[in-house]
């Protein structure tokens, strides 16, 4: 079975949880993949240091929602064509994981699952995004590449989730997200 139609399948199966909390932020972003010649690849972004929130970090496409945002998909396809300037009818959305909190921010975030129609060109916002990562999805499947460490947030021990990437150090709630989605396709 492919990727794309595993996680189809995986998605259907699961009931992703969502967390009540109205003094967060709600924010969303896209897992997107795409693939090349059957090889799935995932897209991250790194943020620049002109954001307001988590520069230079490794993350997804995505952001929190607005006003004129009729739900968190919307949010996260509108945050997809802001940064990298990909349309949401090039997105086909497979489902949504379980919501998560920042530690390090007020935000409530859920990520989608979506997959490109065809390979396209990223073309970044210069103010939000400074590097474009499309990682083949096998690399995150060596062990080598991953580490987990314990830290104590607000007098609690909570899991945190190192991926390597070449030079670059994906962690926090993308860390999180990214253990999550690995999670679901471990799952029987």
């Not at 916002?125 to 990682?135: G, K, R």
Request: aromatic share 10%.
């Amino acid at each position: 079975m492919n990727l794309k139609n595993e996680l189809r399948e995986k998605l259907r199966h699961n009931q992703p949880q969502r967390i009540k909390d109205s003094t967060r932020i709600r924010a969303a972003v896209l897992i997107l993949f795409y693939e090349v010649e059957r090889r799935p690849y995932v897209v991250f972004t790194k943020r620049t240091d002109l954001v307001a929130t988590h520069r230079g970090e490794i993350c997804f496409p995505g952001g929190m929602m607005e006003s004129s945002d009729p739900d968190l998909l919307a949010t996260g396809l509108r945050e997809l064509q802001e940064e990298l300037d990909i349309p949401a009818s090039k997105v086909e959305i497979l489902g949504s994981l379980d919501e998560i909190r920042t530690v390090s921010s007020n935000f409530l975030v859920v990520p989608f699952i979506g997959y490109l129609s065809e390979k396209v060109s990223f073309h970044p916002n210069e103010s939000e995004v400074s590097d474009v990562l499309e990682v083949p999805f096998e690399h995150f499947m060596n062990p080598e590449i991953f580490h987990e460490e314990t830290r104590i947030v607000e007098e609690q021990p909570i899991p945190v989730y190192f991926y390597r990437w070449e030079s670059h150090i994906i962690w926090g709630v993308t860390g999180r997200i990214l253990k999550s989605l690995m999670d679901l396709l471990k799952k029987e």
